[in-house]
Protein backbone atom coordinates (compact mmCIF):
# COMPACT_ATOMS: atom_id res chain seq x y z
CA UNK A 1 0.00 0.00 0.00
CA UNK A 2 1.20 3.31 -1.04
CA UNK A 3 1.53 6.35 1.04
CA UNK A 4 1.56 10.19 0.44
CA UNK A 5 2.36 13.67 2.70
CA UNK A 6 1.33 16.91 1.18
CA UNK A 7 1.43 20.18 3.46
CA UNK A 8 -0.12 23.15 3.05
CA UNK A 9 -1.69 26.00 4.52
CA UNK A 10 -3.80 25.14 7.62
CA UNK A 11 -7.92 26.20 7.27
CA UNK A 12 -9.60 28.43 9.77
CA UNK A 13 -11.86 25.55 10.54
CA UNK A 14 -8.97 22.71 10.72
CA UNK A 15 -9.64 21.56 14.54
CA UNK A 16 -13.21 21.78 13.96
CA UNK A 17 -13.06 18.86 11.58
CA UNK A 18 -9.98 17.13 12.26
CA UNK A 19 -11.30 16.68 15.86
CA UNK A 20 -14.81 16.07 15.14
CA UNK A 21 -16.24 19.33 16.83
CA UNK A 22 -19.06 19.13 15.11
CA UNK A 23 -21.20 16.13 12.97
CA UNK A 24 -20.09 15.83 8.86
CA UNK A 25 -22.93 14.02 6.59
CA UNK A 26 -19.68 12.44 4.95
CA UNK A 27 -18.30 10.61 8.30
CA UNK A 28 -19.92 7.04 9.26
CA UNK A 29 -20.48 7.90 12.77
CA UNK A 30 -20.29 4.35 13.84
CA UNK A 31 -16.59 4.08 12.68
CA UNK A 32 -15.59 7.59 14.36
CA UNK A 33 -14.97 6.03 18.13
CA UNK A 34 -12.24 4.18 16.03
CA UNK A 35 -10.22 7.65 15.40
CA UNK A 36 -7.25 8.82 17.63
CA UNK A 37 -6.60 12.48 18.55
CA UNK A 38 -3.05 13.94 20.06
CA UNK A 39 -2.72 18.03 20.67
CA UNK A 40 0.18 19.52 22.66
CA UNK A 41 -1.26 22.88 21.33
CA UNK A 42 -4.30 25.23 20.32
CA UNK A 43 -3.78 26.32 16.90
CA UNK A 44 -4.69 29.69 17.89
CA UNK A 45 -2.40 29.43 20.91
CA UNK A 46 0.77 28.62 18.62
CA UNK A 47 0.13 31.32 16.14
CA UNK A 48 0.43 33.90 19.06
CA UNK A 49 3.83 32.05 20.18
CA UNK A 50 5.07 32.54 16.57
CA UNK A 51 3.66 35.95 16.00
CA UNK A 52 6.38 37.13 18.92
CA UNK A 53 9.32 35.22 18.41
CA UNK A 54 9.28 36.49 15.15
CA UNK A 55 9.15 39.97 15.92
CA UNK A 56 11.26 38.67 19.19
CA UNK A 57 14.25 37.61 16.54
CA UNK A 58 13.60 39.69 13.77
CA UNK A 59 12.45 43.07 14.90
CA UNK A 60 9.45 42.71 12.42
CA UNK A 61 5.92 41.46 12.59
CA UNK A 62 5.29 38.85 10.85
CA UNK A 63 4.56 38.69 7.16
CA UNK A 64 0.57 38.60 6.27
CA UNK A 65 1.49 36.43 3.80
CA UNK A 66 2.78 34.13 5.30
CA UNK A 67 1.69 30.44 6.16
CA UNK A 68 3.58 30.08 9.93
CA UNK A 69 0.60 26.78 10.34
CA UNK A 70 0.25 24.51 7.59
CA UNK A 71 -1.24 21.02 8.04
CA UNK A 72 -0.67 17.60 5.88
CA UNK A 73 -2.48 14.58 4.99
CA UNK A 74 -0.83 11.31 5.07
CA UNK A 75 -2.21 7.97 3.98
CA UNK A 76 -2.16 5.59 6.52
CA UNK A 77 -2.14 1.57 6.58
CA UNK A 78 -5.41 0.47 8.61
CA UNK A 79 -2.83 -0.77 11.67
CA UNK A 80 -1.16 2.69 11.40
CA UNK A 81 -0.66 3.81 14.92
CA UNK A 82 -0.54 7.09 16.94
CA UNK A 83 2.92 6.04 17.59
CA UNK A 84 4.05 5.89 14.23
CA UNK A 85 2.65 9.20 13.31
CA UNK A 86 4.60 10.28 16.86
CA UNK A 87 8.04 8.74 15.11
CA UNK A 88 7.49 10.52 11.59
CA UNK A 89 7.05 14.11 13.74
CA UNK A 90 10.25 13.17 15.29
CA UNK A 91 12.03 12.62 11.82
CA UNK A 92 10.70 15.52 10.44
CA UNK A 93 11.31 17.94 12.61
CA UNK A 94 15.18 15.96 13.39
CA UNK A 95 15.83 16.49 9.11
CA UNK A 96 13.23 19.36 8.13
CA UNK A 97 12.39 21.49 11.10
CA UNK A 98 8.84 20.47 10.50
CA UNK A 99 7.36 20.64 14.16
CA UNK A 100 3.92 18.62 14.48
CA UNK A 101 1.96 20.07 17.34
CA UNK A 102 -1.08 18.30 16.76
CA UNK A 103 -2.34 14.32 15.29
CA UNK A 104 -5.73 13.28 14.37
CA UNK A 105 -6.10 9.69 12.89
CA UNK A 106 -9.21 9.18 10.69
CA UNK A 107 -11.09 5.90 10.18
CA UNK A 108 -14.51 6.91 9.75
CA UNK A 109 -13.97 8.64 5.98
CA UNK A 110 -14.45 6.83 3.01
CA UNK A 111 -17.22 5.69 0.20
CA UNK A 112 -19.11 3.21 -0.64
CA UNK A 113 -18.46 1.12 -3.96
CA UNK A 114 -20.71 1.98 -7.19
CA UNK A 115 -20.88 -1.57 -8.47
CA UNK A 116 -20.37 -4.20 -4.85
CA UNK A 117 -21.94 -1.47 -2.71
CA UNK A 118 -19.08 -2.16 -0.61
CA UNK A 119 -17.68 0.43 2.29
CA UNK A 120 -13.97 1.25 0.75
CA UNK A 121 -12.16 3.47 3.40
CA UNK A 122 -10.12 6.00 3.75
CA UNK A 123 -7.65 5.78 6.15
CA UNK A 124 -5.30 9.22 6.78
CA UNK A 125 -4.23 10.99 9.39
CA UNK A 126 -3.71 14.90 9.61
CA UNK A 127 -0.35 16.51 10.67
CA UNK A 128 -0.81 20.25 11.84
CA UNK A 129 2.81 21.66 11.78
CA UNK A 130 4.54 25.14 13.01
CA UNK A 131 6.48 25.96 9.72
CA UNK A 132 8.58 28.17 11.43
CA UNK A 133 12.27 28.84 10.88
CA UNK A 134 13.66 29.26 14.89
CA UNK A 135 16.90 30.51 13.43
CA UNK A 136 15.53 33.71 11.67
CA UNK A 137 12.10 33.42 13.06
CA UNK A 138 10.33 33.78 9.50
CA UNK A 139 8.56 30.20 8.01
CA UNK A 140 10.72 27.84 6.57
CA UNK A 141 11.93 27.36 3.28
CA UNK A 142 11.89 24.02 1.35
CA UNK A 143 13.54 23.09 -1.98
CA UNK A 144 11.88 20.67 -4.33
CA UNK A 145 14.27 17.39 -2.96
CA UNK A 146 13.20 18.17 0.24
CA UNK A 147 9.00 17.83 -0.68
CA UNK A 148 10.39 14.47 -1.94
CA UNK A 149 12.24 13.88 1.37
CA UNK A 150 9.08 13.97 3.30
CA UNK A 151 7.57 11.11 1.03
CA UNK A 152 10.40 9.32 1.89
CA UNK A 153 10.74 9.75 5.52
CA UNK A 154 6.37 8.99 5.68
CA UNK A 155 7.36 5.76 3.67
CA UNK A 156 9.91 4.73 6.32
CA UNK A 157 8.21 5.44 9.81
CA UNK A 158 4.87 4.33 8.39
CA UNK A 159 6.82 0.84 6.74
CA UNK A 160 4.36 1.47 3.30
CA UNK A 161 5.18 2.23 -0.53
CA UNK A 162 6.57 5.49 -1.00
CA UNK A 163 4.08 6.94 -3.81
CA UNK A 164 5.43 7.54 -7.62
CA UNK A 165 6.45 10.60 -8.90
CA UNK A 166 4.10 13.15 -9.97
CA UNK A 167 5.34 12.83 -13.84
CA UNK A 168 5.30 9.10 -13.37
CA UNK A 169 2.03 9.33 -11.76
CA UNK A 170 0.59 11.01 -14.61
CA UNK A 171 1.66 9.18 -17.22
CA UNK A 172 0.24 6.60 -15.63
CA UNK A 173 -3.01 8.55 -15.61
CA UNK A 174 -2.97 9.04 -19.40
CA UNK A 175 -2.28 4.98 -20.20
CA UNK A 176 -4.94 4.13 -17.89
CA UNK A 177 -7.48 6.68 -19.94
CA UNK A 178 -6.05 4.57 -23.63
CA UNK A 179 -6.72 1.22 -21.66
CA UNK A 180 -10.16 2.14 -21.15
CA UNK A 181 -10.88 3.45 -24.07
CA UNK A 182 -9.67 0.36 -26.31
CA UNK A 183 -11.88 -1.43 -23.61
CA UNK A 184 -14.82 0.18 -24.92
CA UNK A 185 -14.33 0.30 -28.38
CA UNK A 186 -13.42 -3.57 -27.92
CA UNK A 187 -16.70 -3.85 -26.37
CA UNK A 188 -18.58 -1.73 -28.98
CA UNK A 189 -17.76 -3.69 -31.68
CA UNK A 190 -18.57 -7.11 -30.11
CA UNK A 191 -21.95 -5.49 -29.54
CA UNK A 192 -21.63 -4.75 -33.21
CA UNK A 193 -20.70 -8.29 -34.22
CA UNK A 194 -23.78 -10.22 -32.15
CA UNK A 195 -26.58 -7.59 -33.87
CA UNK A 196 -24.73 -8.46 -36.76
CA UNK A 197 -24.83 -11.92 -35.96
CA UNK A 198 -28.44 -11.61 -35.30
CA UNK A 199 -30.05 -10.04 -37.86
CA UNK A 200 -28.01 -12.56 -40.07
CA UNK A 201 -29.02 -15.60 -38.03
CA UNK A 202 -32.28 -17.50 -39.12
CA UNK A 203 -33.59 -16.08 -35.92
CA UNK A 204 -34.27 -13.11 -37.59
CA UNK A 205 -36.24 -14.66 -40.07
CA UNK A 206 -38.92 -14.97 -37.23
CA UNK A 207 -39.12 -10.97 -37.48
CA UNK A 208 -40.43 -10.69 -40.58
CA UNK A 209 -44.25 -10.63 -40.72
CA UNK A 210 -45.10 -11.72 -44.21
CA UNK A 211 -48.94 -12.20 -45.40
CA UNK A 212 -50.71 -13.55 -48.22
CA UNK A 213 -52.23 -11.50 -50.98
CA UNK A 214 -55.59 -12.06 -53.19
CA UNK A 215 -53.39 -13.94 -55.89
CA UNK A 216 -51.81 -16.36 -52.87
CA UNK A 217 -48.08 -13.96 -53.28
CA UNK A 218 -46.08 -13.77 -49.93
CA UNK A 219 -45.48 -9.98 -49.76
CA UNK A 220 -43.45 -8.66 -46.54
CA UNK A 221 -45.95 -6.16 -44.02
CA UNK A 222 -43.51 -3.05 -43.86
CA UNK A 223 -45.39 -1.66 -40.48
CA UNK A 224 -45.51 -5.04 -38.25
CA UNK A 225 -42.17 -6.32 -39.15
CA UNK A 226 -40.24 -2.87 -38.13
CA UNK A 227 -41.75 -2.93 -35.25
CA UNK A 228 -40.58 -6.03 -34.17
CA UNK A 229 -36.88 -5.64 -35.50
CA UNK A 230 -37.26 -2.46 -32.89
CA UNK A 231 -38.31 -4.71 -30.56
CA UNK A 232 -35.50 -6.99 -30.43
CA UNK A 233 -32.70 -4.21 -30.84
CA UNK A 234 -34.18 -3.25 -27.74
CA UNK A 235 -33.73 -6.40 -26.21
CA UNK A 236 -30.25 -6.70 -26.94
CA UNK A 237 -29.35 -3.34 -26.18
CA UNK A 238 -30.55 -4.07 -22.50
CA UNK A 239 -28.87 -7.38 -22.33
CA UNK A 240 -25.65 -5.99 -23.66
CA UNK A 241 -25.75 -3.31 -20.80
CA UNK A 242 -26.45 -5.60 -18.48
CA UNK A 243 -23.38 -7.98 -19.34
CA UNK A 244 -21.30 -4.90 -19.85
CA UNK A 245 -21.82 -3.58 -16.64
CA UNK A 246 -21.62 -7.14 -15.01
CA UNK A 247 -18.55 -7.36 -16.77
CA UNK A 248 -16.62 -4.10 -15.62
CA UNK A 249 -17.56 -4.77 -12.33
CA UNK A 250 -15.81 -8.00 -12.28
CA UNK A 251 -12.97 -6.72 -14.19
CA UNK A 252 -12.67 -4.23 -11.09
CA UNK A 253 -13.24 -6.50 -8.44
CA UNK A 254 -10.12 -8.23 -9.94
CA UNK A 255 -7.85 -5.49 -10.59
CA UNK A 256 -8.31 -4.63 -6.73
CA UNK A 257 -7.51 -7.88 -5.42
CA UNK A 258 -4.53 -7.90 -7.58
CA UNK A 259 -2.93 -4.56 -6.45
CA UNK A 260 -3.33 -5.33 -3.14
CA UNK A 261 -1.98 -9.02 -3.73
CA UNK A 262 0.73 -7.21 -5.23
CA UNK A 263 1.02 -4.89 -1.88
CA UNK A 264 1.09 -7.85 0.77
CA UNK A 265 3.40 -9.66 -1.29
CA UNK A 266 6.03 -6.16 -1.05
CA UNK A 267 5.13 -5.87 2.80
CA UNK A 268 5.80 -9.58 3.44
CA UNK A 269 9.07 -9.59 0.86
CA UNK A 270 10.16 -6.15 3.70
CA UNK A 271 9.42 -7.81 6.39
CA UNK A 272 11.20 -10.94 5.79
CA UNK A 273 14.48 -9.11 4.67
CA UNK A 274 14.10 -6.98 8.05
CA UNK A 275 13.83 -9.75 10.33
CA UNK A 276 16.42 -11.96 8.39
CA UNK A 277 18.92 -9.02 8.87
CA UNK A 278 17.55 -8.60 12.62
CA UNK A 279 18.76 -12.05 13.34
CA UNK A 280 21.77 -12.16 11.85
CA UNK A 281 23.30 -9.50 12.64
CA UNK A 282 23.65 -7.95 16.61
CA UNK A 283 24.81 -4.57 15.73
CA UNK A 284 21.74 -3.97 13.84
CA UNK A 285 19.50 -5.24 16.19
CA UNK A 286 20.76 -3.62 19.15
CA UNK A 287 20.38 -0.33 17.09
CA UNK A 288 16.60 -1.22 15.70
CA UNK A 289 15.91 -2.54 19.32
CA UNK A 290 16.97 1.26 20.97
CA UNK A 291 15.06 2.96 18.36
CA UNK A 292 12.12 1.08 18.90
CA UNK A 293 12.59 1.52 22.85
CA UNK A 294 12.87 5.26 22.17
CA UNK A 295 9.81 5.53 20.46
CA UNK A 296 8.10 3.50 22.98
CA UNK A 297 9.09 5.67 25.38
CA UNK A 298 8.44 9.12 23.33
CA UNK A 299 4.77 7.71 22.99
CA UNK A 300 4.61 7.01 26.40
CA UNK A 301 6.11 10.71 27.60
CA UNK A 302 3.55 12.28 24.79
CA UNK A 303 0.35 10.18 26.50
CA UNK A 304 1.13 10.81 29.62
CA UNK A 305 1.25 14.66 29.57
CA UNK A 306 -1.95 14.25 27.58
CA UNK A 307 -3.60 12.08 29.96
CA UNK A 308 -2.78 14.23 32.83
CA UNK A 309 -4.55 17.41 31.70
CA UNK A 310 -7.77 15.04 32.02
CA UNK A 311 -7.48 13.92 35.08
CA UNK A 312 -9.24 16.49 37.88
CA UNK A 313 -8.00 16.93 40.93
CA UNK A 314 -4.57 15.87 40.22
CA UNK A 315 -2.82 18.18 42.62
CA UNK A 316 -4.40 16.18 45.79
CA UNK A 317 -3.61 12.38 44.66
CA UNK A 318 -1.32 9.98 46.69
CA UNK A 319 1.11 7.83 45.16
CA UNK A 320 -0.98 4.96 44.94
CA UNK A 321 -3.95 6.81 42.96
CA UNK A 322 -1.19 8.51 40.82
CA UNK A 323 0.62 4.88 40.06
CA UNK A 324 -3.48 3.71 39.25
CA UNK A 325 -3.80 6.89 36.59
CA UNK A 326 -0.49 5.50 35.15
CA UNK A 327 -1.61 2.42 34.81
CA UNK A 328 -4.18 3.40 33.25
CA UNK A 329 -2.60 5.28 30.84
CA UNK A 330 -0.31 2.53 29.95
CA UNK A 331 -2.79 0.31 29.58
CA UNK A 332 -4.85 2.44 27.32
CA UNK A 333 -1.17 3.95 24.89
CA UNK A 334 -0.29 -0.21 25.03
CA UNK A 335 -3.78 -1.32 23.38
CA UNK A 336 -3.79 1.97 20.78
CA UNK A 337 -0.13 1.65 19.74
CA UNK A 338 -0.40 -2.23 19.41
CA UNK A 339 3.04 -1.65 22.10
CA UNK A 340 3.88 -5.41 23.99
CA UNK A 341 4.09 -5.57 27.48
CA UNK A 342 7.31 -6.67 27.28
CA UNK A 343 8.63 -3.35 25.75
CA UNK A 344 6.86 -1.49 28.58
CA UNK A 345 8.67 -3.55 31.23
CA UNK A 346 12.09 -2.65 29.54
CA UNK A 347 11.38 0.60 29.29
CA UNK A 348 10.26 1.23 33.03
CA UNK A 349 12.82 -1.34 34.06
CA UNK A 350 15.33 1.41 33.48
CA UNK A 351 14.68 3.32 37.19
CA UNK A 352 16.26 6.88 35.91
CA UNK A 353 13.40 6.62 32.92
CA UNK A 354 10.75 5.74 35.15
CA UNK A 355 11.20 8.04 37.78
CA UNK A 356 10.93 10.45 34.59
CA UNK A 357 7.93 9.10 33.46
CA UNK A 358 5.97 9.31 36.99
CA UNK A 359 7.17 13.25 37.35
CA UNK A 360 5.58 14.04 33.86
CA UNK A 361 2.19 12.57 36.05
CA UNK A 362 3.25 15.19 39.59
CA UNK A 363 1.65 18.36 40.02
CA UNK A 364 4.41 19.72 41.16
CA UNK A 365 6.56 19.03 37.88
CA UNK A 366 4.14 20.63 36.11
CA UNK A 367 4.29 23.81 38.47
CA UNK A 368 8.21 23.48 38.67
CA UNK A 369 8.80 23.51 35.03
CA UNK A 370 5.93 26.33 34.92
CA UNK A 371 7.66 28.13 37.84
CA UNK A 372 11.33 27.68 35.30
CA UNK A 373 9.73 28.79 32.33
CA UNK A 374 8.32 32.48 34.55
CA UNK A 375 12.01 32.95 35.71
CA UNK A 376 13.32 32.36 32.09
CA UNK A 377 11.15 35.27 30.91
CA UNK A 378 11.88 37.39 33.42
CA UNK A 379 15.67 37.14 33.55
CA UNK A 380 14.95 37.74 29.64
CA UNK A 381 13.29 40.80 30.59
CA UNK A 382 16.18 41.93 32.55
CA UNK A 383 19.09 40.89 30.12
CA UNK A 384 17.55 43.08 27.54
CA UNK A 385 16.46 45.91 29.86
CA UNK A 386 20.20 46.25 31.27
CA UNK A 387 21.44 45.64 27.54
CA UNK A 388 23.17 42.80 28.25
CA UNK A 389 24.79 40.76 24.87
CA UNK A 390 23.55 37.29 25.75
CA UNK A 391 23.07 34.74 23.12
CA UNK A 392 19.74 33.51 22.56
CA UNK A 393 19.41 29.74 21.64
CA UNK A 394 16.38 29.36 19.12
CA UNK A 395 14.94 26.71 21.69
CA UNK A 396 14.08 29.60 23.97
CA UNK A 397 10.85 30.40 22.40
CA UNK A 398 8.43 30.75 24.81
CA UNK A 399 6.28 28.00 25.28
CA UNK A 400 8.11 25.48 22.87
CA UNK A 401 9.74 22.44 24.01
CA UNK A 402 12.57 21.04 22.09
Known sequence: ??????????????????????????????????????????????IQKIESYCK????????????????????IKENTTMQDLHNLSKRLEEELKIRIF???????????????????????????ADWQDLQTGKTL????????????????CLEMERGISGSLARLEAVEFKIKKKEEDLKILEERYQEMQQEMESK?????????????????????KTIENYKKAIKTNNIQLLKNKTELESKEKQIAELNTKIESLKKEVFFFKSKNSTLLTNETVFAVEKKKYLDSVENALKKAILQGSIKIPNLQNLNDAEISDK?????????????????????????????????????????????????????????????????????????????
Open 141 to 156: KHQSFHYSKMQDLAAE
Open 326 to 402: MVQIIEKTSKENQIPVSAIEEVFGNSEKQINLFSLLRFDYRENKASEQNKNNSMKDNSSNTGSQTKKLPEERKGFKR
Open 203 to 223: KSEELIVKESDFLGFQKIKTD
Open 102 to 128: QIAIHKDEGHYDKDTKEWKPNYHAHLV
Open 1 to 46: MKTSINFKAAKSDSEIHNFRKKSFDYIRKDLTHKNEYWMEQKIADQ
Open 56 to 75: EKSGRKLQKNAMPIREAVVV
